[in-house]
């Protein structure tokens, strides 16, 4: 049998080896999606992200994190790509680490106010207004979020939260 002598005790080789496992399921992951301008590509997006979800995360914090995914995309085909050709694309990036998911969804519009926006629209519009909610519903599942410009031609919509402890 195999031993490796550690300062705390002898372990065998399997202790050591699954001990390693452990820790590289804790290691942050990044996954990656590029769609184009459409709404129906909603379906692709959502089946990604369905087929991530990650043991850390609850089933509240996971599904909080897909509305945000859902109507950030949204946002970023309906207002960003407004004027675009439908083969411009969306960039998807999804970040797991061992306390928050961090949602990047990287668009090609032009530049817009996000901190402007919500502070101008506080609470939700009435139920006589078609749009207005998906900026102000991630705003509340969000622990932080951004809109940067990037570079000439790209903006970020950055949405980190935190999970829940005690899960």
């Known amino acids: ?18 001990e390693a496992v452990a820790f590289l399921r804790q290691m942050p992951k990044h ?36 509305i945000a995914l859902a109507e950030g995309f949204t946002n970023a085909v309906r207002h960003a790509h407004e004027a675009l050709p439908p083969e411009t694309p969306i960039q998807l990036e999804l970040g797991i680490e061992l306390d928050h998911i961090e949602i ?17 629209h506080p609470c939700f519009p009435g139920q006589e207004v078609d ?5 102000l519903l991630i705003n509340r599942i969000a622990d932080n979020l951004q809109y940067r410009r990037v570079d000439n031609s790209h903006n970020c919509l950055s949405i980190i939260k935190y999970l829940s402890q005690g899960q």
């Open 1 to 18: 049998m195999l031993y490796f002598k550690t300062n705390l005790r002898p372990i065998r080789f399997w202790d050591y080896a699954l």
């Open 31 to 66: 996954y990656h999606l590029s769609v184009k301008t459409d709404l129906n590509n909603l379906k692709q997006v959502l089946d990604w992200f369905h087929q991530i979800h990650p043991n850390q995360a609850s089933e509240r914090d996971w599904l909080e994190c897909q």
């Open 104 to 120: 990047r969804i990287w668009d090609h519009g032009p530049l817009f106010d996000l901190c402007q926006y919500l502070q101008t």
């Open 131 to 135: 749009n207005g909610r998906g900026l």
